[in-house]
């Protein structure tokens, strides 16, 4: 039982490049979400899926899309790299809205 | 929509001195509350969470008390140790099933030994 799972661990791109985040979880959770970290701003949710075929804004989604491919797998994409999108990325999923969310290892991505 | 305030952001505390941390929230309506622990370089874990019909919760050194007429929660860790430094985040949920925790900013402790 992996948990959640997220690859890329690292990545740089420059600017203008374009990517996919994967996230995969084994545990049957109905919902799933994607997160960005910087530093002094805690986790702020970029997109959302409440369960499978549904897909939401979060607090940050502009420069990012999301495809919720099938129970398992969520993932995120950057159309168009940019600097202010430096950062590190979790996945995380729950059964539901209103309980505890397991994490992925994180995705550590740089843009330059 | 729900809004969490965390206090305070850094903390620092003699080994074996107690810890508390503070939140508040905005939407009178969640009822789950959730307690995250971030180590340096790792993914946040869930450490402690209470329910809006449970007025505190203890497991080992660690400890949550919900005060739903003043809306607030807190973190309290007893007899800390240099393994519990960490970032610490507190989450609100609305009664909802399919609308995400709010998240805290988090407060940073550390712990002298």
């Known amino acids: 039982n992996a948990g959640v799972t997220q690859t890329p661990k690292f990545q740089v791109l420059k600017t203008g490049q374009s990517m996919t985040l994967q996230c995969a979880q084994d545990?049957?959770?109905?919902?799933m979400y994607w997160y960005r970290q910087d530093p002094g701003m805690g986790l702020r949710l970029i997109y959302y899926?409440?369960?499978?075929?549904?897909?939401d804004k979060g607090e940050v989604p502009n420069g990012y899309n999301v495809s919720r491919l099938n129970k398992r797998e969520f993932s995120l994409r950057l159309e168009s790299a940019a600097p202010s999108q430096t950062s590190v990325y979790f996945c995380a999923s729950s059964e539901q809205g209103g309980t505890g969310r397991s994490f992925g290892s994180g995705t550590r991505l740089t843009v330059v | 929509g729900e809004n969490v305030e965390q206090h305070p952001s850094t903390l620092s505390v003699q080994e074996g001195d107690s810890a508390v941390i503070k939140c508040t929230y905005s939407?009178?309506?969640?009822?789950?509350f959730p307690w995250y622990k971030q180590e340096l370089g790792k993914r946040p874990q869930l450490i402690i969470d209470i329910r809006s019909n449970v007025g505190e919760k203890k497991d080992q050194r660690i400890a949550v008390t919900l005060n739903k007429t003043a809306k607030h929660f807190s973190l309290h860790i007893t007899e800390t140790q240099p393994e519990d430094s960490a970032v610490y985040f507190c989450a609100a949920s609305p009664p909802s099933g399919n609308t995400p925790l709010v998240f805290g900013k988090g407060t940073r402790l550390s712990v002298i030994a």
């Open positions: 545990m049957n959770h109905n919902s």
């Open positions: 939407d009178s309506a969640s009822n789950y």
């Open positions: 899926s409440a369960s499978e075929g549904t897909t």
